[in-house]
């Protein structure tokens, strides 16, 4: 039997083939046998450039209902579909490309002119610009093709993605995931969250990591359900189709903003079923005033770009601030009594890091648990509650970062000595960047300014410090390591939060 997920979501497409499957914010709508349609033509266009099964496309485009589709036409023909961050820069683009030695780049047209150096040097590597509208030349193009309706025959271990996740101490690694692995949680969520074909999804997330594109859209169309299609959160625009839609999914940073709009309360969510939050810590602060004002208590779940999701607060029964829920089906965790950290298994869990065989000794136990980096605890009915990272990884409007990436670039910097970046709380992000310097000659002698305009050349906006603090020295323990924890604990009220109230 052909284990290619597309396969699965085939058979759904053709079941709800006269049903609104996606409704832009323009107005117009996407039937799922348009969808289904559509991605028999990018299979067709991928074909016609030789990328065939096996083959590697990495991505960097905007959100759109192509972008979307190009990723179908690869799951649909066997393709290694690879998305990238679209504030990805051109130095972070190098280093992924180097990794992975993809068959095909598709750019939008503005991340195809920035990277234009970078792909000069790189002429063995075919790219090509792809926009996000009907009006685009090369989208006309893929249109005009045939319908492949073919979908290629896989087995279940057959890798369907590559997800780039980081390391605490070295450079991004890519999570090869699997076609059962998509599988797997797909059905599971679908299952547990009781999604239907009367369901409508507001979907405001990006599509280049795990949340925006295996959670949501995958959940939507295994149950045929409409999805709402914002390219961007925005909280007016949300509070005005609110109205209209049954799930949300979103980090929790939406749900924040969304409390500081005046015309979001009550009555806006009144046909909504269940707002979903991951990707990051919920504070109880937010699920406390969420409920307050909606009566809708946020439901929180655990996962990661190497195992998709790990498990879920229960849709019927009590959802409890600060908690993450039970495992899904067929997932097993389990807490580490000495360490503390959270380890899994099942068939969601990735099947190693691209090129870098020799890490799975060491992120796999010896019966084939997980090591997630997760500090966490199982209590007595099987809900699991997390405590935080073992490393200094900082979490910021959902997006990972991590300190070290920052601090290499920070150290290479003319009157910089050296620096250790932290993340302290703050209110709308969860966590902002921080980044405390030493002087090499003494004093201060570059401005803050001129620093984050050097950093944005190499490093995307959001992992950018927020601000910047100088000191004589870095606090270190006996062994030279410098001690972050001291540094969070001192700069913890730095953005205002207070965790004492």
């Known amino acids: 039997m052909n284990k290619n997920f597309y396969h699965t979501l085939n058979e759904k497409f053709l079941i709800h083939k006269n049903q609104i499957c996606i409704e832009e914010i323009s107005g117009r709508q996407w039937s799922y046998q348009k969808i289904n349609d559509l991605a028999g033509r990018f299979s067709s266009f991928l074909d016609s450039l030789g990328i065939l099964k096996g083959s590697k496309v990495m991505v960097q485009l905007e959100k759109s209902v192509f972008s979307i589709a190009l990723y179908l036409g690869c799951l649909k023909s066997g393709i290694i579909y690879i998305p990238l961050n679209t504030a990805y820069t051109s130095n972070e683009i190098s280093y992924f490309i180097n990794n992975t030695k993809p068959d095909l780049l598709v750019l939008s047209p503005d991340k195809y002119t920035e990277h234009d150096a970078l792909l000069s040097n790189l002429k063995e590597l075919k790219s090509i610009s792809m926009g996000n509208s009907s009006e685009d030349n090369l989208i006309r193009q893929i249109i005009d093709k045939d319908n492949n309706l073919d979908i290629v025959d896989l087995k279940e271990d057959d890798i369907a993605s590559i997800i780039f996740t980081s390391g605490t101490t070295g450079r991004s690694k890519g999570a090869i995931i699997s076609h059962k692995n998509l599988s797997s949680n797909a059905i599971s969520l679908n299952k547990i969250w009781e999604f239907t074909y009367e369901d409508v999804l507001l979907h405001a997330l990006p599509i280049y990591h795990v949340h925006g594109l295996f959670v949501a859209m995958h959940c939507a169309f295994l149950s045929g359900c409409k999805i709402f299609f914002f390219e961007k959160f925005s909280p007016s625009e949300i509070v005005n189709y609110l109205k209209f839609s049954t799930v949300m999914m979103g980090v929790p940073t939406f749900y924040s903003r969304l409390l500081s709009n005046d015309q979001f309360n009550r009555e806006v969510c009144k046909n909504m079923r269940v707002f979903i939050s991951g990707s990051a810590p919920l504070t109880d602060k937010v699920f406390l005033e969420f409920y307050e004002r909606t009566k809708h208590r946020i439901l929180e779940r655990y996962g990661m770009s190497e195992t998709g999701m790990i498990t879920s607060n229960p849709l019927n029964g009590e959802r409890i601030e600060g908690t993450v829920g039970y495992p899904l089906p067929d997932v097993k965790i389990r807490e580490n009594k000495e360490s503390g950290i959270i380890e899994v298994k099942g068939p969601n869990v990735f099947k190693g890091y691209w090129g870098m065989e020799e890490k799975m000794k060491d ?41 070290k990436e920052i601090e290499l670039l920070i150290d290479e910097i003319e009157g910089i000595k050296e620096s250790a970046v932290i993340g302290c709380p703050q209110s709308d992000l969860g966590e902002a960047v921080l980044a405390i310097l030493v002087s090499d000659k003494g004093i201060k002698t570059i401005q803050d300014d001129t620093i984050s305009e050097i950093l944005l050349k190499s490093l995307a906006n959001y992992k950018c410090p927020s601000k910047y603090i100088w000191m004589e020295d870095l606090p270190r323990n006996a062994m030279g390591k410098v001690q972050k ?16 109230q």
């Open 485 to 500: 924890k001291s540094l969070r604990n001192e700069h913890k009220h730095i953005f205002g939060v207070n965790n004492e």
């Open 363 to 403: 992120e796999f136990t010896e019966d084939g648990f997980f090591t997630t980096g997760d500090i966490g605890k199982i209590d007595d009915d099987g809900r699991l509650t997390l405590f935080g990272r073992s490393s200094d990884m900082i979490i910021s409007g959902g997006y990972n970062i991590y300190p």
